[in-house]
């Protein structure tokens, strides 16, 4: 993937659960949204790890582009739906966003 993409860089691609049951936001290449490196990081080593309250197999569900109840990894977008690539993608990519941006974290 190109870090030279500011969608891959810079808007959410999935939310991961810690083992702590935070969750840290990443981009495409599996980084903390803003970081711009393939360079192996240690969430812990930085003060990303958010609690997202209402993330539940329903809310998961929503923002899953596939529907997937799963709390562990929720993936906003794949490969087959770049929010970029149309605007049926983006109107979808939206949505989940629109829905992330209501939850409140600690």
Sequence with gaps: MALNDFRAVFLPYCL?????????????????????????????????????????SVTAAKLSFEGDPNTDRIYLYNDGCVPTQSAEHMKNYLESLKILAKLKVE
């Design 16 to 56: 991961d659960k810690q083992s702590d049951g935070r969750y840290v936001v990443l981009n495409r290449e599996y980084k903390p949204i803003g970081f711009k490196t393939r360079e192996n990081i240690k969430y812990e080593d930085y003060p990303i790890c958010v609690e997202l309250k209402g993330i539940g």
